[in-house]
């Protein structure tokens, strides 16, 4: 959830929260709960957050993530309205361990009950914000399908790709626009590990955007007539890459260059290496003991 262009921090809170809150689809409010705030006033202590933040970091993005959101549906018939609510905020709980403020909204409008979960991109002490990572759809549903197994509910099996990472969803109501695309199209070059910098932009080649690397980096796709920055689509990915990944890069480029130099065709696997460890280790024992003993064989001549 970022801050649009156009509009201030409240307005773009309001825009998804107010359908989350929807008295309509929450039986009048009673199916939404919270923590470390109050669902009446959400959209205020969400804004407060953000200027303490800005206080006390003196940090300021140009396209800000002001908040997250998931979506978590039951198949019908299987869990009450009151349980699905208290599953949605049981969640939140363990997955952000108490360090941002959340609403569960359960809706009921539907043949499926369903849960919109909100959660505030910075911290309760204000100092910093949810760190976002490679893979985190896959964290948040593997914690929605343990939680759902422990209260005896069905989860999917064989879950289908949706294109959409967990905290791009935005309720089927928001057209998405370039720079959301954009962002989805790196978190999927991003899943699929590409060993540098070129394989990454390569991977956002093959989804149709064009790379200039005439000043600042950025990207512009088949469909669109204006090319976007890296470095403006927000925290977490500007120049997302390079800061996830600097160091894992070195790395394989020093490995890579290890390996070559020695002409070896296939990497060593971890358990070849601890075996090759360990005999060093054992013939290393070996000779200090002779030498010790040598030694001694000296003292007393």
């Not at 997250?68 to 039951?74: A, E, G, L, P, V």
């Not at 979960?117 to 002490?125: A, F, G, K, M, V």
């Not at 005439?214 to 403006?232: A, P």
Request: hydrophobic share 30%; net charge positive; with cysteine.
């Amino acid at each position: 959830m970022h801050l649009n262009k156009g509009k201030t921090l409240a307005q773009c809170l309001a825009d998804r929260t107010e359908y989350g809150m929807n008295p309509d689809k929450t039986d009048g409010g009673e199916l939404i709960s919270s923590f470390a705030c109050d669902p009446e006033t959400v959209i205020s202590e969400f804004a407060m957050s953000k200027r303490e933040y800005r206080e006390l970091t003196g940090r300021v993005q140009e396209s800000d993530i002001i908040a997250y959101q998931i979506r978590q549906s039951f198949r019908p018939g299987e869990v009450s309205p009151e349980e699905a609510n208290r599953i949605g905020y049981e969640f939140a709980e363990r997955f952000l361990k108490g360090s941002h403020a959340f609403i569960v909204c359960t809706h009921t409008d539907k043949s499926h009950i369903h849960n919109h979960i909100y959660w505030n991109s910075t911290t309760l002490d204000c100092t910093r914000k949810f760190s976002n990572f490679i893979g985190s759809y896959r964290a948040v549903r593997k914690l929605s399908d343990l939680i759902c197994a422990e209260h005896r509910l069905s989860v999917i099996e064989k879950p289908q790709k949706h294109g959409l990472s967990y905290n791009k969803w935005l309720g089927g109501h928001d057209k998405l626009s370039n720079r959301d695309l954009l962002r989805m199209a790196i978190d999927a070059a991003l899943e699929k590990k590409p060993k540098d910098f070129d394989a990454f932009l390569a991977l956002l080649k093959s989804s149709g955007y064009s790379v200039s690397r005439k000043g600042r980096l950025s990207l512009r796709h088949e469909n669109q007539k204006q090319s976007i920055r890296l470095d403006s689509l927000g925290e977490g990915y500007s120049k997302k890459y390079l800061l996830e990944h600097e160091s894992d890069i070195i790395i394989h480029k020093a490995a890579k260059k290890a390996f070559d130099d020695f002409s070896l065709k296939k990497l060593p696997t971890v358990k070849s290496l601890n075996e090759e460890f360990a005999k060093l280790l054992t013939e290393k024992k070996r000779h200090t003991q002779t030498t010790t003993k040598r030694r001694n064989r000296c003292v007393n001549l």
